[in-house]
């Protein structure tokens, strides 16, 4: 069973920046290929970055591209998003998921396991 716990969300002002981080727990998360989405109040879960089991591989929405930055760490079983720049827009839930099925990074329909999300806010 594999269970996935983000954390690291809060309150910033715009500019400022947050580190989410998210604890895999189950086996073999080497293997697991990750990703983060959010959710904002009214609107759909969408994709935010996504990472491979080696971390070879990195994909980012363009939304956020060049201020997010994924990462994992593999030995710990962590996967993490440093979050720079932050803009009102970036507020949400966000998500960690584990990728279970083939198919586009982008879409939820291919991550079977799912956090419980931690809420980023960011005021102008």
């Known amino acids: 069973q594999i269970q996935l716990a983000e954390s690291g969300g809060g309150s910033v002002q715009a500019g400022g920046s947050l580190k989410l981080s998210c604890k895999f727990s189950?086996?073999?998360?080497?293997?697991?290929?990750m990703g983060w989405f959010r959710q904002a109040p009214g609107k759909e879960r969408e994709y935010v970055a996504a990472?491979?089991?080696?971390?070879?591989?990195?994909y980012y929405a363009d939304s956020v591209q060049g201020r997010f930055t994924l990462s994992r760490d593999n030995a710990k079983n962590f996967v993490y998003l440093q979050m720079n720049a932050l803009q009102p827009e970036d507020t949400a839930v966000y998500y960690c998921a584990t990728k279970t099925a083939s198919g586009p990074y982008s879409s939820v329909d291919y991550y079977g396991y799912w956090g419980q999300g931690t809420q980023v806010t960011v005021s102008s």
């Open positions: 990472i491979n089991w080696s971390g070879s591989n990195i």
């Open positions: 189950g086996r073999a998360f080497e293997s697991w290929a």
